[in-house]
């Protein structure tokens, strides 16, 4: 039987991640690529190539490629908070998750369990 957590907990992860928004005449849809930091249920840290001052949005759509048998998840996150990160050349945002399927929240907490547990292993 899988430990039930609250939805507090924290992974922290090293996770691909691509992020789409709207330049600001709302022309044009932008990607970039960047890395997940750590989640939860309820949100996460991402790491963007971008400065601070680009990333202007409210909010971020998101996808995740991941193997099997978590395939893709989609999703937008809030911004609630963001810094630039000069020594890695980068803007770490914190992103609350809008809401989500059963079907992606499933996934997304199968993916924090399944890190959960190899962090407790790996102790």
């Known amino acids: 039987m ?3 957590r ?5 992974a922290k992860v090293d996770i691909p991640i691509r992020f789409t928004y709207e330049d600001e005449e709302k022309n044009h849809k932008i990607s970039s ?3 997940i930091e ?5 949100g996460m840290c991402v790491e963007l190539p971008l400065s601070a001052e680009l ?3 409210k909010h971020l759509d998101f996808d995740l490629d991941l193997p099997n048998p978590f395939i893709k998840i989609k999703g937008q996150g809030h911004i609630q908070w963001k810094r630039w990160d000069a020594q ?3 803007t770490t945002c914190g992103l609350k998750l809008a809401p989500m399927t059963l079907s ?3 996934d997304w907490d199968m993916i924090i369990s399944e890190v959960l547990e190899d962090q407790t292993t790996v102790k």
Not at 6 to 10: C, I, L, Q
Not at 38 to 42: A, G, H, Q, R, Y
């Open 2 to 4: 899988k430990k039930q």
């Open 6 to 10: 609250g939805s507090d907990n924290r």
């Open 33 to 35: 690529h960047g890395r």
């Open 38 to 42: 750590d989640i939860s249920i309820n």
């Open 55 to 57: 990333i202007e949005k």
């Open 88 to 90: 890695k050349n980068c």
């Open 104 to 106: 992606q929240l499933s």
